[in-house]
């Protein structure tokens, strides 16, 4: 499993694919928080957080991270070189599980950089360090938890198809559905207290709840068992070859 954990990483950093997502990322994200006027400039907003960074990413995720997963069963479908991973002595869960953490690690990669931000907030602030540290290490958190869900559904999405496009169009989709689509039904008042419910299912609900800072076990555990429904499904699908 390491072995391929690496080789897939190195697939990702030997490729101008990977610096090109990672690159996209951090450009489009500095220029809206420093660049462009908009309300989540910190310039303009004159206030000492990166919250608008954390307003940005997770529509950003939505096309970076299936950027990053369309390739990661498609392409071995594509090239053939599927049935010849499947015949090495790894599980069908060892071979996802491989394939999600170097993901989640390009994924790691993409935000470091974004540090800089902080660091400059930080000594921008007025006294000096007048920043929300909690509030921020929070949000970084809920950024990799809404990254390594989105991941899943990249997966399974590209475990559905041998074409790219298409396995980065359908998880694309099926993000923003997630992210936004039961806050969008929980907008209908006609719903009562079972809106509410639906909104919980929602990946925006507990983003948003992490973001404050404050770590709750039930938005832990909402992003985990998504993380594992897919990851499931997505080994589901691999099985499908035995039916």
Same mark, same amino acid.
């Given at each position: 499993?390491?072995?391929? /954990?690496?080789? =897939?990483?190195?697939?990702?950093?030997?490729?101008?694919i990977g610096y090109i997502i990672i690159g996209v990322f951090l450009?489009?994200?500095?220029?809206?928080?420093?660049?462009? +006027?908009?309300?989540?400039?910190?310039m303009e907003a004159g206030l000492s957080d990166v919250q608008g960074?954390?307003?940005?990413?997770?529509?950003?995720?939505? !096309?970076?991270? +299936?950027?990053?997963?369309?390739?990661?069963?498609? =392409?071995?479908?594509?090239?053939?070189?599927?049935?010849?991973?499947?015949?090495?002595?790894?599980?069908?869960?060892?071979?996802?599980? $491989?394939?999600?953490?170097?993901?989640?690690?390009?994924?790691?990669?993409?935000?470091? +950089?974004?540090?800089?931000?902080?660091?400059? @907030? *930080?000594?921008?602030?007025?006294? @000096?360090?007048?920043?929300?540290?909690?509030?921020?290490?929070?949000? *970084?958190?809920?950024?990799?938890?809404?990254?390594?869900?989105?991941?899943?559904?990249?997966?399974?999405?590209?475990?559905?198809?041998?074409?790219?496009? @298409?396995?980065?169009?359908?998880?694309? $989709?099926?993000c923003f559905i997630l992210l936004f689509g039961f806050a969008f039904? /929980?907008?209908?008042?006609?719903?009562?207290?079972?809106? *509410?419910?639906?909104?919980?299912?929602?990946? =925006? &609900? &507990?983003? $948003?709840?992490?973001?404050?800072? @404050?770590?709750?076990?039930?938005?832990?555990? *909402?992003?985990?068992?998504?993380?594992?429904? !897919?990851?499931?499904?997505?080994?589901?699908?691999?099985?499908?070859?035995?039916?």
């Open positions: 499993m390491t072995s391929l /954990y690496i080789k =897939e990483l190195k697939t990702f950093l030997s490729s101008i450009i489009i994200s500095g220029l809206f928080l420093w660049v462009f +006027p908009n309300m989540d400039n910190i960074l954390f307003n940005l990413s997770q529509f950003l995720f939505i !096309f970076l991270v +299936p950027a990053i997963t369309m390739r990661s069963f498609a =392409e071995e479908k594509r090239t053939g070189t599927m049935d010849l991973l499947l015949t090495k002595p790894l599980t069908d869960m060892q071979i996802i599980w $491989a394939k999600f953490l170097s993901c989640l690690t390009l994924l790691v990669i993409a935000l470091i +950089p974004t540090l800089v931000y902080v660091i400059s @907030v *930080y000594f921008l602030g007025n006294p @000096v360090g007048n920043i929300d540290m909690g509030s921020t290490w929070g949000s *970084y958190l809920g950024l990799l938890f809404l990254g390594a869900t989105f991941i899943s559904v990249g997966l399974f999405a590209s475990s559905l198809t041998n074409n790219q496009i @298409v396995a980065f169009i359908v998880a694309a $989709a099926m039904i /929980y907008s209908f008042e006609s719903l009562g207290a079972v809106g *509410y419910y639906l909104k919980t299912l929602g990946a =925006e &609900h &507990h983003y $948003a709840s992490i973001s404050k800072g @404050v770590i709750d076990t039930r938005d832990i555990i *909402y992003f985990c068992s998504v993380i594992f429904i !897919f990851l499931f499904g997505t080994r589901m699908v691999l099985l499908s070859r035995k039916w």
